[in-house]
Nanobody
């Protein structure tokens, strides 16, 4: 069982940056962990995921080149660095995990979820 707690959301002007954190309790290794977001009236969208046992993250096209996922194994923490933010990046951001390797950005494939942290980008 993994429990996930996100933090770091807030309000920022377009073009600005934010860094989100996701602290995982329990065993942090050998999970596919990633970030998802959901805007009002829209489906939950996969942003990017990585295998905590050691692999490079992969990202949705909408955030490539602007967002970066990283991990700190000593702190059981996954990060999402968001640069060049746009108004369309606004939404609730969630950290999620599933056992094993990463194979999908589909939210239905993920078992464990955090409570979310709100990101608002104003233009």
């Amino acid at each position: 069982q993994v429990q996930l707690v996100e933090s770091g959301g807030g309000s920022v002007q377009a073009g600005g940056s934010l860094r989100l954190s996701c602290v995982a309790s329990g065993d942090f290794s050998n999970y596919c962990m990633g970030w998802f977001r959901q805007a009002p009236g829209k489906e939950r969208e996969g942003i990017g995921v990585m295998y905590t046992g050691g692999s490079s993250p992969y990202y949705a096209d909408s955030v490539k080149g602007r967002f970066t996922i990283s991990q700190d194994n000593a702190k059981n923490t996954l990060y999402l660095q968001m640069n060049s933010l746009k108004s369309e990046d606004s939404g609730m951001y969630y950290c999620a995990a599933r056992g094993g390797y990463c194979s999908s950005l589909q939210s239905s494939r993920y078992t464990f979820w955090g409570q979310g942290t709100q990101v608002t980008v104003s233009s």
